[in-house]
Each structure stands twice: as C-alpha cells, then as structure tokens.
C-alpha cells in the first residue's frame, strides 16, 4: 500500500481533518502525521495511549462480528476533537483519524470509506 497517498487522500477531503494514522491491528504505526500548523492536544505518550485504546475497543468489538456484522466505522466525540476509527480496506489496518469538533465527519467517513474501497479493489 502507498500509506503516503492514502494519508494525503483523506487529509484532503476536508480541511478540519487534524490527524491521519495508519496502523495495524495491533497498533503498530505504519504511517501518522498532523496537519500543518495543527497542535498536538496529547503528550506522545497519551497519543500512544489513545490509539492502543481505539485499536484494543475495535478488536474487542469484532469478537461480536459474526452475530451483528463486520464494524464499519467508530465515531468519539469529545468537547475538543472527533476521533474515528475504522478499516482500510481490510482487517489488517486501521485509520485512527481526528478532526475539530465542528468538521462534518459523515462526510468525512463517506470519503474515507471510498478510499478504503479503493484499497480493496485494488488487492
């Protein structure tokens, strides 16, 4: 995969998106980088807490995938960020992504979705 262009894909979709990381299911980070002029609101340890606690949420919730489905996206909404997460394409990777509390995230998620799908077609 070219992490690169896909992080660059999504932060283009919308100017509010803060933070794009991709990693793997156990929380590996493959790719990660802010916006430009975006200031980290998490230490680099609480942003390493914050994405082990997203990936290890979304393993616990696909335990359940063979009774309600496969997950298709996880919205946090804070007072000072949204946080999503949610495959690439596959069940090996996550995006772990934050944007500014006002940012149209089911925007957001509708242009990611269509670049995971991308990934998808393109295996």
């Not at 802010?34 to 393993?59: D, F, I, T």
């Given at each position: ?13 919308d100017?509010?998106?803060r ?43 696909s ?61």
């Open positions: 995969m070219e992490y690169q262009r896909i992080h660059q894909d999504i932060m283009n979709l100017q509010q998106i933070l794009v990381t991709i990693c793997d299911i156990s929380g590996k980070i493959i790719f990660s980088d802010h916006r430009s002029g975006v200031k980290n609101l998490l230490s680099p340890e609480e942003s390493k807490r914050s994405l082990e606690m997203a990936v290890n949420a979304w393993k616990e919730r335990k359940l995938s063979s009774k309600i489905g496969r997950g298709k996206y996880v919205l946090a909404e804070y007072e000072k960020i949204k946080r999503i997460t949610m495959p690439l394409g596959d069940e090996i990777h996550l995006l772990y992504i934050t944007a500014e509390p006002g940012a149209d995230h089911d925007r957001i998620i509708q242009g990611v979705a269509r670049i995971a799908g991308k990934m998808l077609i393109k295996k």
